[in-house]
């Protein structure tokens, strides 16, 4: 393969820049006197990183990172070995800090099209996090590269600092222009032979199993050996599914949050029943799922009905001026964000820049400094602006599936940018394995290991400002299910950004895709922490969701059906595990909420 145009470089990151900005920042702290937990000893332990796996001898350092946070190269690595094919993306790789000997490599992507994985990196899952309202960089101890190597990939071309002429008409273009970036990252890194995992969310819900799919077509294990994928929030399918048809379920789970008046909520569920959405919520919704949905369905709704989505969104900006819809818990003040993320309106207050568009941030990482960095590119990324592509629930996703027999797809239960039901009625309407869909609801619980800085007391003791910072749950934090290959987890108090929001969640999804716990109902716990004391595992119950629900039979918890399903196959358990009629106008149910919108605002990321 063609070798790299521009080389990437070893980052040193034990150093900080001067800044001109003038930053105030105000907290509280515990007069109590803090000792360091062992989740922290050893979290700072891990921070004296091991022996150097992939030096050279170009460092830089990292911009307002004034800690530790190990080895990591960046750099530009063409997408073809044509020497007339200038188009390049763009990556950051950061090798395992631990001492695993695993030979594995996970690559993340966020989506749009067109957003940056720098977002991921920045915000989710990297080492080092600057989150949005928040006074400076900190440690991350829920980086993902804690467990295995991890590089943030910023495609397709057009996206971030990636360069060259957007050619791209469809995701089978995507996936073969990300084909070739690969097979040059494994050479320049030697990493030939090494288990592939693919993980992202949004749009990478298409991104992601296309890409698996093209690998796992290439039959080639030295490059290509894909072991396991996770999408977050995912495009999945049909938008009128993935948005109007479960929007008002979820405004009604929500109604604490989204509190319209009388007279438009009875419009909102007068417009739910006339367009027909509560009839296919309550035929489709349903497991074993009676038959595929009509593959004419977006012919059959109305542009009024199709709207209703938006309809909402633009009501809620009169309740709540600061309403997120990536995480619909957000109110004012409008917080700013580091990254000048869409989220935030393109809010950032005088003084402030966005981190990736400094120069010397870009120097630092060797990206080419005449390129304007955005979030989320102004520009298409497939020509015309359209993928053409179809869905991946029609084929490549399935594919992934049955090769892998390791996908988890997650979702996050504030997000309404995509929505969790419609994520679920486009599983309800896959095939896989031989069947359609699932054959039962997902109530199993999620359990997040208990770990040092997730109880009161702890945390009231705390004073250390880099510890207080990454603070995150425990116990069990939502539903989760598996059959055929495919997990499906929904994830409490967590918005679009699953590991943003919920990063000890999102830890222990990845544990699960790597293979180091078994299930997400294990109560083993974290590999991180491994002496941490956890629960009974006799103790668990049913997965939980915003209020409590009735237990389905033993039975159906077993893997059995019994008497008490109804004619279509649906024990009375709803897709979030709350109880709800088996009969009647689904107008009724609180249901967890809508899936997806994709394109509807073009901000997915």
């Given at each position: 393969?063609?070798?790299?145009?521009?080389?990437?470089?070893?980052?040193?990151?034990?150093?900080?820049?001067?800044?001109?900005?003038?930053?105030?920042?105000?907290?509280?702290?515990?007069?109590?006197?803090?000792?360091?937990?062992?989740?922290?000893?050893?979290?700072?332990?891990?921070?004296?990183?091991?022996?150097?796996?992939?030096?050279?001898?170009?460092?830089?350092?990292?911009?307002?990172?004034?800690?530790?946070?190990?080895?990591?190269?960046?750099?530009?690595?063409?997408?073809?070995?044509?020497?007339?094919?200038?188009?390049?993306?763009?990556?950051?790789?950061?090798?395992?800090?631990?001492?695993?000997?695993?030979?594995?490599?996970?690559?993340?992507?966020?989506?749009?099209?067109?957003?940056?994985?720098?977002?991921?990196?920045?915000?989710?899952?990297?080492?080092?996090?600057?989150?949005?309202?928040?006074?400076?960089?900190?440690?991350?101890?829920?980086?993902?590269?804690?467990?295995?190597?991890?590089?943030?990939?910023?495609?397709?071309?057009?996206?971030?600092?990636?360069?060259?002429?957007?050619?791209?008409?469809?995701?089978?273009?995507?996936?073969?222009?990300?084909?070739?970036?690969?097979?040059?990252?494994?050479?320049?890194?030697?990493?030939?032979?090494?288990?592939?995992?693919?993980?992202?969310?949004?749009?990478?819900?298409?991104?992601?199993?296309?890409?698996?799919?093209?690998?796992?077509?290439?039959?080639?294990?030295?490059?290509?050996?894909?072991?396991?994928?996770?999408?977050?929030?995912?495009?999945?399918?049909?938008?009128?599914?993935?948005?109007?048809?479960?929007?008002?379920?979820?405004?009604?789970?929500?109604?604490?949050?989204?509190?319209?008046?009388?007279?438009?909520?009875?419009?909102?569920?007068?417009?739910?029943?006339?367009?027909?959405?509560?009839?296919?919520?309550?035929?489709?919704?349903?497991?074993?799922?009676?038959?595929?949905?009509?593959?004419?369905?977006?012919?059959?709704?109305?542009?009024?009905?199709?709207?209703?989505?938006?309809?909402?969104?633009?009501?809620?900006?009169?309740?709540?001026?600061?309403?997120?819809?990536?995480?619909?818990?957000?109110?004012?003040?409008?917080?700013?964000?580091?990254?000048?993320?869409?989220?935030?309106?393109?809010?950032?207050?005088?003084g402030a820049e966005v981190y990736f568009d400094r120069p010397e941030v870009k120097r630092a990482i060797h990206a080419s400094e005449s390129t304007r960095?955005?979030?989320?590119?102004?520009?298409?990324?497939?020509?015309?602006?359209?993928?053409?592509?179809?869905?991946?629930?029609?084929?490549?996703?399935?594919?992934?599936?049955?090769?892998?027999?390791?996908?988890?797809?997650?979702?996050g239960t504030l997000d309404m940018i995509l929505l969790p039901n419609g994520t679920l009625l486009s599983i309800q309407n896959m095939t896989w394995g031989?069947?359609?869909?699932?054959?039962?609801?997902?109530?199993?619980?999620?359990?997040?290991?208990?770990?040092?800085?997730?109880?009161?007391?702890?945390?009231?003791?705390?004073?250390?400002?880099?510890?207080?910072?990454?603070?995150?749950?425990?116990?069990?934090?939502?539903?989760?299910?598996?059959?055929?290959?495919?997990?499906?987890?929904?994830?409490?108090?967590?918005?679009?950004?699953?590991?943003?929001?919920?990063?000890?969640?999102?830890?222990?999804?990845?544990?699960?895709?790597?293979?180091?716990?078994?299930?997400?109902?294990?109560?083993?716990?974290?590999?991180?922490?491994?002496?941490?004391?956890?629960?009974?595992?006799?103790?668990?119950?049913?997965?939980?969701?915003?209020?409590?629900?009735?237990?389905?039979?033993?039975?159906?918890?077993?893997?059995?059906?019994?008497?008490?399903?109804?004619?279509?196959?649906?024990?009375?358990?709803?897709?979030?595990?709350?109880?709800?009629?088996?009969?009647?106008?689904?107008?009724?149910?609180?249901?967890?909420?809508?899936?997806?919108?994709?394109?509807?605002?073009?901000?997915?990321?």
């Amino acid at each position: 393969m063609r070798p790299a145009t521009v080389f990437c470089g070893l980052l040193s990151v034990a150093a900080r820049f001067a800044d001109a900005r003038s930053w105030q920042h105000v907290g509280k702290k515990n007069p109590q006197e803090f000792t360091a937990s062992k989740f922290q000893r050893d979290y700072l332990a891990s921070r004296q990183n091991p022996k150097l796996k992939f030096a050279t001898n170009s460092t830089a350092r990292i911009p307002d990172v004034d800690f530790d946070v190990g080895e990591s190269y960046s750099g530009y690595l063409p997408i073809s070995d044509d020497s007339n094919d200038r188009n390049e993306l763009f990556f950051w790789f950061f090798p395992s800090s631990s001492n695993t000997k695993q030979k594995e490599i996970l690559l993340w992507l966020n989506g749009g099209p067109g957003c940056s994985s720098f977002e991921g990196l920045l915000q989710e899952n990297g080492p080092f996090l600057w989150q949005y309202g928040t006074f400076k960089p900190v440690p991350n101890p829920w980086a993902w590269n804690r467990l295995t190597n991890v590089v943030w990939v910023e495609q397709p071309v057009g996206t971030g600092f990636s360069r060259g002429n957007v050619t791209a008409t469809s995701e089978e273009d995507v996936a073969k222009q990300f084909l070739g970036f690969w097979k040059n990252f494994v050479e320049t890194f030697s990493m030939q032979g090494y288990a592939v995992y693919i993980a992202g969310e949004s749009y990478a819900g298409m991104y992601c199993p296309y890409i698996a799919s093209a690998m796992l077509d290439e039959a080639d294990a030295t490059y290509y050996n894909v072991s396991g994928m996770l999408i977050y929030d995912p495009v999945l399918g049909n938008d009128i599914v993935q948005a109007a048809t479960t929007t008002v379920p979820f405004v009604d789970y929500h109604r604490n949050l989204m509190t319209f008046n009388d007279s438009f909520s009875a419009y909102l569920h007068e417009q739910h029943e006339s367009c027909g959405f509560a009839d296919y919520n309550a035929e489709y919704l349903t497991y074993p799922p009676p038959g595929p949905q009509p593959s004419d369905y977006d012919s059959t709704v109305s542009a009024e009905c199709a709207g209703v989505w938006d309809m909402v969104i633009n009501e809620m900006f009169s309740v709540n001026p600061c309403f997120n819809v990536y995480q619909v818990a957000a109110t004012c003040p409008l917080l700013w964000d580091v990254l000048g993320f869409p989220g935030s309106f393109g809010y950032v207050p005088e003084g402030a820049e966005v981190y990736f568009d400094r120069p010397e941030v870009k120097r630092a990482i060797h990206a080419s400094e005449s390129t304007r960095w955005e979030e989320c590119a102004s520009r298409d990324v497939f020509v015309g602006g359209r993928d053409t592509s179809d869905p991946p629930t029609w084929r490549v996703l399935p594919h992934v599936i049955e090769q892998t027999q390791n996908v988890i797809i997650g979702h996050g239960t504030l997000d309404m940018i995509l929505l969790p039901n419609g994520t679920l009625l486009s599983i309800q309407n896959m095939t896989w394995g031989g069947q359609l869909g699932f054959r039962h609801p997902p109530v199993e619980p999620f359990y997040v290991p208990y770990h040092a800085l997730s109880t009161g007391d702890e945390i009231q003791r705390a004073t250390d400002a880099e510890a207080l910072a990454t603070i995150a749950g425990a116990g069990i934090m939502g539903t989760a299910h598996e059959e055929r290959g495919l997990t499906y987890v929904a994830i409490n108090l967590a918005g679009h950004m699953v590991p943003q929001y919920a990063p000890s969640a999102a830890f222990r999804q990845l544990e699960v895709l790597l293979g180091r716990v078994p299930a997400l109902n294990s109560t083993q716990a974290f590999t991180i922490e491994p002496d941490y004391p956890q629960v009974d595992p006799g103790s668990l119950g049913n997965g939980t969701g915003s209020a409590t629900f009735d237990a389905p039979p033993q039975a159906e918890r077993d893997g059995s059906l019994d008497s008490s399903e109804n004619e279509n196959g649906n024990d009375g358990v709803n897709s979030t595990g709350l109880a709800v009629p088996t009969t009647g106008s689904a107008s009724a149910w609180l249901a967890c909420g809508a899936v997806l919108v994709a394109g509807l605002l073009n901000l997915n990321l």
